[in-house]
């Protein structure tokens, strides 16, 4: 399955893709994801993306076209991918469709996955991560067993830098005007699905995999 995975943020992209990964095995390429890592590292690369991801803006194009190119190169992704946060912008998904026909594993699918507006701020502010491992909590919705504590490894929880009220409203303004026209774009090519976001996690999985003819 070679798959792009649109959606606000907030809609549960990432929450999605790590089901998918559990299940099938495919890769998870979430720019955000590497962008945080290179924040986290201190790269030259990682020092100006956060500058951006700070004011809730996007990282220019050219640092995340490279960091996606490279990604789509390694062995794991020959038998499929799952694009998280990738495309964000038509330039990105005009230079995605050149690279993928160059490494001759094009897309099987955009899949929009879609939430109310007024249901995104309380999960973005109530969003915590495990350190360790990655498992995502809702502070509202999926609570861990004991605060501050991975419920899988013991692992410290925190909270993203740009899930900040102010941020968040910035990020969801960007998406409106940049990402959302993506729908429009994968729609003229005949590739697009979707999904609704909303309601139980695992419902919503059950109608991500019905939606893509995995199950
Ligand atoms: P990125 O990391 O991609 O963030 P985003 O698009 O804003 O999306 P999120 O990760 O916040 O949301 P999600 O859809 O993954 O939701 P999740 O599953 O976590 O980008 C961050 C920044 O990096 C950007 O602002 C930009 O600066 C930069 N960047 C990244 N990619 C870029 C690119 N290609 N070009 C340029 N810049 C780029 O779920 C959210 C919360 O809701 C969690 O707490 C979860 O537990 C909860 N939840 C999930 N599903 C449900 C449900 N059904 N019911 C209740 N709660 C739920
Ligand atoms: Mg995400
Ligand atoms: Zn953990």
Same mark, same amino acid.
């Given at each position: 399955m070679r798959l792009v995975l649109l959606g606000a943020p907030g809609a549960g992209k990432g929450t999605q893709a790590k089901k998918l990964?559990?299940?099938?095995?495919?890769?998870?390429?979430?720019t955000g994801d590497l962008l945080r890592a290179a924040v986290g590292e201190g790269t030259p690369l990682g020092v100006e993306a956060k500058s951006y991801m700070?004011?809730?803006e996007l990282v220019p194009d050219s640092v995340v076209l490279g960091m996606v190119e490279e990604r789509l190169r390694q062995d794991d992704c020959k038998d499929g991918y799952i694009l998280d946060g990738f495309p964000r912008n038509t330039a990105q998904a005009e230079a995605l469709d050149g690279m993928l026909e160059n490494?001759?594993? +094009? !897309?099987?699918?955009?899949?929009?996955?879609?939430?109310?507006?007024?249901d995104l701020m309380k999960r973005l502010t109530?969003?915590?991560t495990c350190k360790d491992c990655g498992q995502m909590y809702n502070i509202h919705f999926s609570a861990p067993a004991s605060e501050g504590a991975c419920d899988k490894c013991g692992g410290e929880l925190y909270q993203?830098?740009?899930d900040r009220e102010e941020t968040i409203s910035k990020r969801l303004e960007v998406y409106?005007?940049?990402?959302? +026209? !993506?729908?429009d774009y994968y729609s003229g090519k005949g590739i697009l699905k979707s999904v609704s976001g909303a309601g139980d996690i695992e419902e919503i999985f059950a109608n991500v995999q019905e939606t893509l003819g995995l199950s």
């Open positions: 990964i559990e299940k099938y095995g495919i890769p998870q390429i979430s700070d004011k809730g490494l001759g594993m +094009p !897309l099987d699918a955009a899949l929009s996955v879609d939430v109310p507006t007024e109530g969003r915590r993203r830098d740009d409106e005007e940049q990402t959302a +026209p !993506l729908i």
